[in-house]
């Protein structure tokens, strides 16, 4: 299907939603869960990436070395030679000098099964990344599903852990309450299973702590994510891989899950690479650790489109 047939079947509209909920799927793009193949994501690119404190980590890397940012941007061609390797069609968003964090293209809006929803960043110097998402899902024909518009959300702490169910995260600092609650009612009313996390703002984003890695398996930092989050899943049957603390740090729990069985993940994550091959994984070991001092990982950088089953 090219994209102009794409366009022909889901033509782009602004705030579909229904707002009693029952919205329909879309037929040409969106995805079920995070574990299903992937076939299409959308990445921004890191030509005018710079180095700004956007969070704890960030700013710790500011203060003892820098980004390098020409070898973050090396890292992230090879980032994309992964994704080329595994046959994922890549789309991007247009660069732009005003915008030098578009590099995380999950920050600025979350794909769903009905259509993008576009978040509303926390730094005020990002928030042209989520007016330049909505142009993006115009190019593609992706219909817009609703935009928050109570207090700050961003794409990160949107993780949909198997069909139906999202775990929703909350540090108070990037994605704020209000923000959260307004993205849960709506699925609620989809006849979602909806959780909120409430974490420590030094983490960040959900996805730095819990991703989910295919049906029923898990990656979960144990040292940093509430007992109560770990049992829930575990009451849903999904095996916990435990990410240590220290990997979890260097962005090791922020990885990609393509489906059937292959995972991009940073070369930081040495304890979840090994346990991810001795289970057959095949696992596309990427070294992010410059641009990654920027604030965020491969899981960070990329915003499924496309997922079908496998």
């Given at each position: 299907m090219t994209v102009h047939d794409r366009i022909v079947a889901e033509p782009f509209s602004l705030q579909r939603r229904n707002p009693a909920g029952g919205t329909k799927p879309l037929t040409a793009w969106g995805f079920a869960n995070e574990t299903d193949v992937l076939t299409d994501v959308l990445l921004g690119s890191p030509n005018f990436l710079r180095h700004l404190s956007t969070s704890s980590l960030s700013r710790k890397h500011l203060r003892e070395a820098p980004c390098?940012?020409?070898?973050?941007?090396?890292?992230?061609k090879d980032l994309v030679a992964a994704y080329e390797h595994f046959g994922v069609n890549i789309h991007w968003h247009e660069p732009t000098p005003e915008l030098p964090m578009q590099v995380y293209s999950?920050?600025?809006?979350?794909?769903?099964?009905?259509?993008?929803?576009?978040?509303?960043?926390?730094?005020?110097?990002?928030?042209?990344?989520?007016?330049?998402?909505?142009?993006?899902?115009?190019?593609?024909?992706?219909?817009?599903?609703?935009?928050?518009?109570?207090?700050?959300?961003?794409?990160?702490?949107?993780?949909?852990?198997?069909?139906?169910?999202?775990?929703?995260?909350?540090?108070?600092?990037?994605?704020?309450?209000?923000?959260?609650?307004?993205?849960?009612?709506?699925?609620d009313r989809e006849g979602w299973e909806t959780?909120?996390?409430?974490?420590?703002?030094?983490?960040?984003?959900i996805d730095l702590m819990v991703v989910p890695i295919a049906e029923k398996l898990t990656a979960v930092c144990l040292a940093c994510t509430e007992p109560g989050i770990v049992d829930w899943l575990k009451g849903k049957g999904h095996e916990i891989i435990d990410v240590p603390f220290q990997d979890?740090?260097?962005?090791?729990?922020?990885?990609?899950?393509?489906?059937?069985?292959?995972?991009?993940?940073?070369?930081?994550?040495k304890t979840l690479i090994e346990k991810l091959k001795a289970q057959g994984f095949e696992v596309a070991a990427v070294d992010m650790s410059e641009i990654s001092?920027?604030?965020?990982?491969?899981?960070?950088?990329?915003?499924?489109?496309?997922?079908?089953p496998v």
């Open positions: 390098n940012v020409q070898i973050a941007q090396a890292q992230h999950r920050d600025s809006s979350v794909m769903t099964p009905y259509g993008a929803f576009i978040t509303a960043m926390a730094n005020w110097w990002r928030r042209g990344e989520n007016y330049a998402a909505i142009r993006t899902y115009e190019k593609l024909g992706i219909p817009i599903y609703d935009m928050v518009t109570a207090g700050t959300f961003e794409g990160g702490d949107f993780n949909v852990i198997e069909d139906g169910v999202v775990l929703i995260g909350c540090g108070g600092a990037r994605t704020q309450e209000e923000g959260a609650r307004q993205v849960q009612a709506w699925f959780r909120i996390a409430f974490i420590d703002e030094y983490y960040v984003h979890t740090m260097a962005l090791g729990c922020n990885f990609m899950s393509l489906g059937k069985d292959r995972v991009i993940a940073p070369t930081s994550s001092k920027t604030g965020g990982g491969i899981h960070c950088m990329a915003q499924a489109l496309k997922r079908v």
